[in-house]
C-alpha cells in the first residue's frame, strides 16, 4: 500500500512563497496537489505523471507554482501566493498505469496525504 506523507504548509504574506513536499512510499503512475477550503470541494492543483513527467495545472495557478518528482518525493513550489491560495493541501496518487494529465481529477485518485495547511494573508 503506498502511503503518501506531507510537509512544507505555513503561513506566508502575499506574494510569498512556499514549497510543499510530499514522500511517496511505494511506486505511483499520477501524483497530483489538490486542495481544499472549508465548505468548498476539493479542488485540483497540478498533477505529475511519474514515468514521463507530463504536468498539468490548473488555470489559477500556472505560471506561479510548478509540480516536481524525483525519486520518492513530489514538491510543489508555490510562488506570488495569494489569498485565495489559503487552503488544506493534500498530495495524492494513482496506481493506475492509464492515468493521465489531462485532468485534475479527486476521483481519479485512490491514496491521499494528511493534507497540509497553507495561509496567505494580507
Known amino acids: 500500500q503506498v502511503q503518501l506523507t506531507e510537509s512544507g504548509g505555513g503561513s506566508v504574506q502575499t506574494g510569498g512563497s512556499l514549497r510543499l513536499s510530499c514522500l511517496v512510499d511505494g511506486y505511483t503512475f499520477c501524483l497530483a496537489w489538490f486542495r481544499q477550503t472549508p465548505g468548498k470541494e476539493r479542488e485540483g492543483v497540478a498533477i505529475i505523471r511519474t514515468n514521463g513527467q507530463s504536468r498539468n495545472y490548473a488555470d489559477s495557478v500556472k505560471d506561479r507554482f510548478t509540480i516536481a518528482q524525483e525519486k520518492s518525493m513530489m514538491y510543489l513550489q508555490m510562488r506570488g501566493l495569494e489569498v485565495e491560495d489559503t487552503a488544506m493541501y493534500y498530495c495524492?496518487?494513482?496506481?493506475?498505469?492509464?492515468?493521465?494529465?489531462?485532468?485534475?481529477?479527486?476521483?481519479?485518485?485512490?491514496?491521499w496525504g494528511q493534507g497540509t495547511q497553507v495561509t496567505v494573508s494580507s
Open positions: 495524492a496518487a494513482s496506481r493506475d498505469w492509464q492515468c493521465s494529465v489531462a485532468t485534475i481529477d479527486p476521483d481519479d485518485f485512490t491514496i
